[in-house]
């Protein structure tokens, strides 16, 4: 049962990895004084990124979207902001409605991290609205449970920065200048939560592998796995932790009872991954996953710490 438990993990076909994302534009403004930065139209899709700023005689303002999506998180990065040195008035202000659809029941967090920078009359502020129901859920840095799926999940966030500049007059000749500015940072990470992971143990070899899992959206865990200076990523798997010799230098300990292995050629700098599926049958489910990195000539094997994965 151990056995044939493991290898089908390993033999099954993880379902499409990734979200289908659509980020539709509700608004768009980037202002300096009268100066307008050229509008993008109402209803692009901007997952691709948007970029706009503007200069003029009171200041200037900018905006920049980029997003990205794995099959283990969903990322969203807006930098705004602007700056009024002469009268006037600097403006950013943004609304993007999200929408994540997944095929499958999806359990995640959404992380929010809202960083501002401001100067005298500078101000920024930021809404979450999960769900795009109409309420606010968060207005800083948050972090919110979601579930969704099959079917799309909806988040709607808006963000501005607003900084003016002028000059009151008071009497006798009195007067007093003002100016602001301000800039701001949003971060929302969008992760599956269904998996935990736990290192133990630690790596050993003349250049120490290195592996990392993390829960995906189709509910199974994909492992990335780093051996610099090595020709083969070996991935070993198993449902017990071990510690046994390894038979060849430089004498470094396998710490996962090796019940299925599967490897990959180095031939690139880039990083070796594996899928594995755990369909509903086997869950809850708890595993092991350690990195053996082998370098050919001289023969020798490396590894990386071992990992605990639980998957509810």
Known sequence: MRLSTILALLAATPAAAQLQPMSLLQSQTVRAGNALAAPVLVGSDVWGGLSRAVTSSVGHAHLTMAHDLTSTRASIGWQLGGVANAPGDSVTYA?????????????????????????????????????????IDANGSAILPVTFGPGSLVVVVTASTQATAGTVYGPWGSWWSYAGSAAAALSLRIEATHATVQASGVGCGPSVPALAAAGNFTN?????????????????????????????????????????TDLQWLASPQPASWSIAVPPPVRPFTFYGQLLGVTLTPLQIASSAALRVDVL
């Open 95 to 135: 609304a993007v409605r999200y929408e994540l659809w997944a095929a499958q029941p999806v359990t995640a967090r959404l992380a929010l991290d809202w960083n501002v920078t401001a100067a005298g009359t500078g101000v920024a502020t930021v809404a979450i609205d999960l769900h795009g129901d109409g309420s």
């Open 220 to 260: 199974g865990v994909d492992f990335v796995g780093t051996a610099p200076g090595n020709d083969l990523a070996i991935l070993v798997l198993g449902l017990q932790p071990l510690a046994v010799a390894l038979p060849l230098p430089p004498g470094c300990t396998l710490l996962v009872d090796a019940i299925a």
